[in-house]
């Protein structure tokens, strides 16, 4: 015979507890519009911003590399301009052994 305890197997909840403060939160929101630095859009939507237009054209080609089938971007908020990333022709071409 198995004898349980008063609660009989039942799990008791813990109580939340709230921290004191508050954590800030870093969240890009979608409804400001960016006014300084560059930023890396995927897709139509705003992903990571980047001081140096080099720094974002490096992280849009690497993913462009990686993910060929993406639309990436380069958003230039001082111009608000933005420019399509492309792979080198070399690169585009996906050989086919027959």
Known sequence: MIRLDGNQGVAMKKPLSMPDEQQPRNITRADIVMTEGFGLEVDGRMKTVFDTNEAAQKSALELKTQYPMLQVKVYNAVEK????????????AIPIDE
């Open 81 to 92: 301009t933005r420019t399509l990333v492309e792979l080198p022709s070399e690169e585009k």
